[in-house]
């Protein structure tokens, strides 16, 4: 997964890293979660809250590794759940709350 930055608009593009590599993650993710800290909805190329998606589909692997950032993202999804000022996507919603119960469960 690759994420280009023009301005405030974040790019997610396609790489050979998607294919069940997630290399460069804890470079990656540190980034996405600052712009998701400020807008949790941030629209890459595809809709609003595409970075969300992308990174609630980091493999649980790297959260275990990385409990700071996984701690860090749980805050932006309380926040964007209990705020709830914007339509969130179904596709997000659903990534989401499988987020919500695997972090219940650990």
């Known amino acids: 997964m690759r994420f280009g930055v023009s301005g ?3 790019h ?13 993650l804890r470079h990656l993710v540190p980034i996405a979660l600052q712009y998701l800290h400020d807008d949790p909805l941030a629209e890459g190329d595809y809709y609003p809250g595409d970075l ?3 990174v609630l589909r980091v493999n649980s692997d790297f959260w275990q590794q990385r409990p700071d950032l996984n701690h860090e993202l749980g805050n932006i999804v309380d ?4 705020r709830r000022t914007a339509e969130i996507e179904p596709a997000v919603a659903e990534l989401i709350d499988q987020f919500t119960r695997r972090e219940h469960l650990a």
């Open 8 to 10: 405030r608009r974040v």
């Open 12 to 24: 997610r593009r396609r790489s050979a890293a998607d294919d069940g590599q997630q290399i460069g």
């Open 52 to 54: 969300l998606a992308t």
């Open 79 to 82: 926040a964007l759940t209990h």
